[in-house]
């Protein structure tokens, strides 16, 4: 809400057309304007701002008066004319009312500038000949109508709020803008991950060598050697109640000695019972063929031979 002490601005104020009379009445350039309405706004009390068509109690010569730029530096706090509608370019913008919607004061805004500019072209105008200020500000007049209109007309088809809204282009670079943020943390987080990858593979590396010289000295020392510290305590407690096969074996060689002689007696033995085994089997084999012979000797032309011998076979002629 518009805080009540603060003077609402009339936009009908705003749209109507600058005092072309008193304009005319000033023959200063456009420095000389602004460097009075600087002065002014340094000197003047807060009583004259507000009310800036109060008559000045104190008259000056007219002779005496060449510039008001100079009658304001030598330290008048008053103004004999009155101010131009817009003192300077940016209070075109200043003197409308930020309570209204963004296509009203745009429009107003568009209004505003064209009776500034119509102000400062009718101030070169008049040091021409043949200039007529009553037709000038008739055309300034009609003009403003006709620019009225069209704002009316640009406010209906929407195009004062396209003005207003970001366009397509705008658009389209924040979408850009989005994507390219998105890539760099892509690119961010793979960086992390990669260096996350290093630093695992340079802990393996170190785990590696480690292990590489805890090996090294359990073989110096014959395999004794404490549990290893990065080990959990479950695992500790089963590797230090494994037994030391090592030393039982260091203990038994003497038993072991003994075993292997016996083993190699029991062997021999076995290859002396294969030998023997094998001398039997020939020697039987040998008594059987005599044994044999001997007995089928003496039935050569024995029946009993010719019947087991079966029939002659006959001799196939060959092929002719």
């Not at 009225?148 to 004062?160: A, I, N, P, V």
Request: proline share 7%; hydrophobic share 30%.
């Amino acid at each position: 809400d518009p805080d009540p002490g603060e003077k609402k601005v009339d936009p009908k104020q705003l749209v109507k057309p600058p005092d072309i009379t008193a304009i005319s009445q000033r023959s200063v350039s456009p420095c000389e304007t602004t460097g009075a309405a600087m002065s002014e706004r340094s000197h003047e009390s807060p009583s004259l701002r507000k009310s800036p068509h109060r008559p000045s109690p104190k008259k000056l010569p007219q002779a005496k008066r060449h510039s008001w730029c100079r009658l304001s530096l030598k330290g008048t706090k008053r103004r004999k004319s009155l101010p131009p509608v817009h003192q300077d370019v940016t209070e075109l913008s200043t003197s409308i009312s930020l309570d209204l919607p963004e296509i009203e004061r745009l429009s107003m805004l568009l209004l505003s500038s064209f009776q500034f500019s119509a102000q400062k072209l009718e101030h070169t105008l008049k040091q021409t000949d043949g200039f007529s200020p009553e037709a000038f500000k008739a055309n300034v007049q009609s003009v403003s109508e006709d620019l009225k209109q069209y704002m009316q007309k640009l406010k209906r088809d929407g195009t004062l709020k396209t003005c207003i809204e970001e366009s397509e282009g705008i658009v389209l670079n924040s979408a850009l803008d989005e994507s390219v943020a998105q890539i760099k943390e892509y690119i961010a987080r793979f960086t992390a991950e990669s260096q996350s990858w290093d630093q695992l593979l340079l802990r393996h590396r170190e785990t590696a060598e480690y292990m590489s010289r805890q090996l090294e000295e359990c073989r110096r020392s014959q395999g004794q050697a404490e549990p290893l510290s990065y080990l959990q305590t479950s695992q500790a407690q089963v590797f230090s109640t494994k037994p030391d096969y090592q030393k039982i074996l260091a203990d038994q060689g003497e038993v072991l000695s003994c075993m292997e002689l016996v083993l190699d007696e029991l062997q021999q033995a076995v290859k002396l019972l294969q030998a023997f085994s094998e001398d039997s089997r020939q020697y039987l084999r040998h008594l059987s063929e005599q044994l044999a012979a001997r007995t089928f000797q003496q039935l050569a032309n024995s029946p009993v031979r010719k019947l087991i011998a079966g029939p002659p076979r006959k001799t196939l002629p060959p092929d002719g």
